[in-house]
């Protein structure tokens, strides 16, 4: 599973759980009583919330990442940056945009 569903909504996170393993995070009401309300309201830090998600898959699903699993197998990233200018069409309509 990759970050979109966090990005997305909590709920979503949820949904993709709930197929998967079914009540390893509550209801929907319930997730959103624990997790999501405090979250919206202010009453909790985002950290404390993603470590009481970590804690609870951390029973039953390992986060590998790259960086970690993967740190002597890959050739070590490599980027160019090359400046593309704007075509005129392009140009003219974010010129119009910034008027």
Do not use: H
């Not at 959103?32 to 898959?57: D, N, Q």
């Not at 490599?78 to 910034?98: A, M, N």
């Amino acid at each position: 599973m990759t970050g979109t569903p966090v990005e997305n909504g909590l709920s979503e996170l949820w949904s993709i759980m709930d197929y998967v393993q079914p009540e390893m995070l509550g209801s929907l009401k319930e997730f959103k009583e624990e997790f999501i309300k405090p979250l919206t309201e202010g009453t909790v830090e985002p950290t404390s919330i993603e470590e009481k998600l970590i804690s609870r898959f951390q029973l039953c699903y390992k986060r590998r990442t790259k960086a970690i699993e993967l740190v002597r197998q890959l050739p070590k990233k490599e980027g160019e940056k090359f400046k593309v200018p704007l075509g005129k069409k392009q140009k003219r309509l974010y010129e119009d945009i910034l008027n």
